[in-house]
């Protein structure tokens, strides 16, 4: 399985960014597709999740209402569409995927099994 993440570029708080992750190799019937950011220094974070069978979606508090998450079945895609970006979102931001993770772990960073390299955002005026 591989993932290919892009979009990410800099921008001026308040702008708006989409990344996109394409995953190759398999089908992704059962697995749920993840965004993680990590700044130098810390820990990945988790931004938000989406189970590819079904559409559920999860998110972090911080960004609950600024960011979708969503899907394209058809090209095997998962977008993470950002609005109203602050500087704190600044980070590098990478898609993951694993099969059969349960809802309770969906936050973890160690529940995803294959990782992109990452694109980043950078949110400065």
């Known amino acids: 399985v591989q993932l290919q993440a892009s979009g990410g570029g800099s921008v001026q708080p308040g702008d708006s960014l989409k990344l996109s992750c394409v995953v190759s190799g398999r089908t992704l019937s059962g697995f749920t597709l993840g965004w993680f950011r990590q700044t130098p220094g810390k820990e990945r974070e988790f931004v938000t999740s989406?189970?590819?069978?079904?559409?559920?979606?999860a998110y972090a508090d911080s960004v609950k209402g600024r960011f979708t998450i969503s899907r394209d079945i058809a090209k095997n895609t998962v977008y993470l569409e950002m609005k109203s970006l602050k500087a704190e979102d600044t980070a590098l931001y990478h898609c993951?995927?694993?099969?059969?993770?349960?809802?309770?772990?969906?936050?973890?960073?160690?529940?995803?099994?294959?990782w992109g390299q990452g694109t980043q955002v950078t949110v400065s005026s």
């Open positions: 989406i189970r590819w069978s079904g559409g559920t979606t």
């Open positions: 993951a995927t694993g099969y059969g993770i349960i809802i309770s772990s969906q936050r973890r960073a160690n529940a995803y099994n294959y």
